[in-house]
């Protein structure tokens, strides 16, 4: 219903819409993860921030996958290798079709931005008519954090924000007792859950923290960060830029790319969306 309100497709579009395994609870909120970048091309560091949205602590009941519209990539990209270019429903399939992204909870949202604004607007509002509470949250990763103002995302500013170092850890955004460093317009981060889990390296168990923080002003009404905290992130230097460049050296570009099927572009990037 939400999709047709959007106006985005059509019934026989519909009729292969792809279902999710996550149930509305009438208790509680139900945490929608929006997923967004560039995924030109998409790797390993991108695969760990989706997965860690997943989470028990964060209860999310799906996650979905925004990648960057073509016209707006291309100018990210402009003055680094903007030969290696995927078109927008190029990446889609590929992370559609990654192996480790499970389907029953990872929806790839493959129309332009524009309708995605009223899609969400409507599936809040037809799930609260069935009561429920539907909120949508952006998930990020800590390079992405603007601590003036950590809700100013592309493409829209919505009212929570999910910050995971599964991939990436940048030291200064913490404080010298632990805590995330505090956000613009942000109350003190208080811990919500801590939980263990073997990471299979041989170190032990490794700690997992979440941490929230709430709004201090009604600017935007129930604004909430979270911050998910590794112990041991896979800091990797993975990053799209090394990528592109490597497989530039290799004379990939754009146009040999769109001649490759979903399959061949998946082995092409395997060793990238691989762990090591």
């Known amino acids: 219903m939400a999709l047709k309100e959007a106006r985005l497709a059509s019934v026989p579009e519909l009729s292969n819409t792809q279902p999710l395994e996550g149930t509305l609870q009438p208790e509680r909120e139900n945490l929608i993860l929006v997923y967004g970048g560039s995924f030109n091309p998409p790797h390993r560091g991108h695969i760990n921030a989706l997965l860690s949205g997943l989470r028990p602590e964060i209860a999310a ?3 979905i996958i925004l990648p ?9 990209i402009a003055n680094s290798h903007p030969d290696f270019f995927l078109q927008q429903s190029r990446r889609a399939n590929i992370m559609d079709a990654i192996p480790s992204i499970p389907k029953g909870k990872v929806w790839v949202w493959t129309s332009t931005w524009y309708p995605f604004k009223p899609f969400m607007e409507a599936l809040v509002r037809l799930t609260e008519a069935d009561g429920f509470k539907t909120v949508f949250v952006n998930l990020i990763g800590p390079d992405k954090v603007n601590p003036r103002d950590p809700l100013m995302l592309k493409p829209y500013k919505l009212a929570r924000v999910l ?3 599964k991939s990436r850890h940048i030291a200064t955004e913490f404080l010298p007792n632990g805590k995330p460093a505090m956000w613009n317009g942000f109350g003190e981060w208080t811990c919500c ?6 990471d299979n390296t041989g170190a032990g168990p490794e700690e997992i923290v979440l941490w ?5 002003d009604d600017s935007i009404p129930g604004k909430i960060g979270y911050y998910l905290q590794y112990a041991r992130p896979r800091s990797t230097g993975i ?11 290799r004379h990939f570009d754009e146009t040999s790319l769109n001649h490759l099927s979903t399959e061949a572009l998946l082995d092409l990037l395997e060793p990238f969306l691989q762990e090591n």
Do not use: Q
């Open 163 to 165: 910050v995971t170092n």
């Open 212 to 216: 929230s923080c709430k709004g201090l």
């Open 193 to 198: 859950m801590t939980s263990y889990e073997d």
């Open 68 to 76: 960057t519209e073509d016209f707006h990539l291309r100018n990210k």
């Open 61 to 63: 009941i799906a996650i």
């Open 239 to 249: 990053n799209s830029t090394n990528i592109r460049r490597a497989l530039t050296e």
